[in-house]
Nanobody, 128 residues
Framework: QVQLVESGGGLVQAGDSLRLSCTAS????????AGWFRQAPGKERELVSA???????YYADPVKGRLTISRDNTKTTVYLQMDSLSPEETAVYYC??????????????????????WGQGTQVTVSS
């Protein structure tokens, strides 16, 4: 089990950039996938991006080319750099972690139920 704490959310204008951070503690060495999800008002939670144990990444189609997931060398902090934000991306952004030794570098996990540990979320508001 890992504990996750997000930070970096806030109010920005359309077209601005924002970087979110997710700091993990506990069994961080066991994390096979770390993902960023978002949930807008009245909508379901959706995967934005994830990074595998190997460092390889994948993204939801709407954010490709604008959002970048990365992590630090200690693998305890995962970042989400968001550029050219639009008001439609206003949401609570959540960090999530998955711990399965059987996951491979070709695995994709896009559903919230695939992840066992979650942060409390950070609000991102994009004004027009």
């Amino acid at each position: 089990q890992v504990q996750l704490v997000e930070s970096g959310g806030g109010l920005v204008q359309a077209g601005d950039s924002l970087r979110l951070s997710c700091t993990a503690s506990g069994r961080t060495f066991s994390i096979s996938h770390a993902g960023w999800f978002r949930q807008a008002p009245g909508k379901e939670r959706e995967l934005v991006s994830a990074i595998r144990r190997s460092g390889s990444t994948y993204y939801a189609d709407p954010v490709k080319g604008r959002l970048t997931i990365s992590r630090d060398n200690t693998k305890t902090t995962v970042y989400l750099q968001m550029d050219s934000l639009s008001p439609e991306e206003t949401a609570v952004y959540y960090c999530a972690a998955r711990i399965f030794w059987t996951d491979t570098d070709s695995s994709y996990f896009t559903k919230g139920g695939d992840y066992g540990d979650w942060g409390q979320g950070t609000q991102v508001t994009v004004s027009s």
